[in-house]
Nanobody
């Protein structure tokens, strides 16, 4: 049974940090590219960060460049999103996604991140 379980979300003040984790099971994690996406109320889901199978290449949403870092540990079947200098506009539900090829992917259930004073 495929599972992607996100954790690490919560309430944080502007300028603070959070580290999201996504633990994978039920498939060959190292064969999949991994990504984090987010969806704010009333907005479409957007790609935040993406990392290839080996972790050698990453891409980021322009709005989070220099503040967020995606990484993965294939030995632990886990992908991370380190989020620093958080802003209120980062408030959203964050989802992780595992992609083998276009049209063949899995999604987690999401974790809420709220940035507010």
């Amino acid at each position: 049974q495929v599972q992607l379980v996100e954790s690490g979300g919560g309430l944080v003040q502007p300028g603070g940090s959070l580290r999201l984790s996504c633990a994978a099971s039920g498939f060959t994690f190292s064969s999949y590219a991994m990504s984090w996406h987010r969806q704010a109320p009333g907005k479409e889901r957007e790609l935040v960060a993406h990392i290839l199978r080996t972790g050698g290449s990453t891409i980021y949403l322009e709005a989070v460049k220099g503040r967020f870092t995606i990484s993965r540990d294939n030995a632990k079947n886990t992908v991370y999103l380190q989020m620093n200098s958080l802003k209120p506009e980062d408030t959203a539900v964050y989802y992780c996604k595992a992609s083998l090829r276009p049209g063949y992917s899995y999604w987690g259930q999401g974790t809420q991140v709220t940035v507010s004073s």
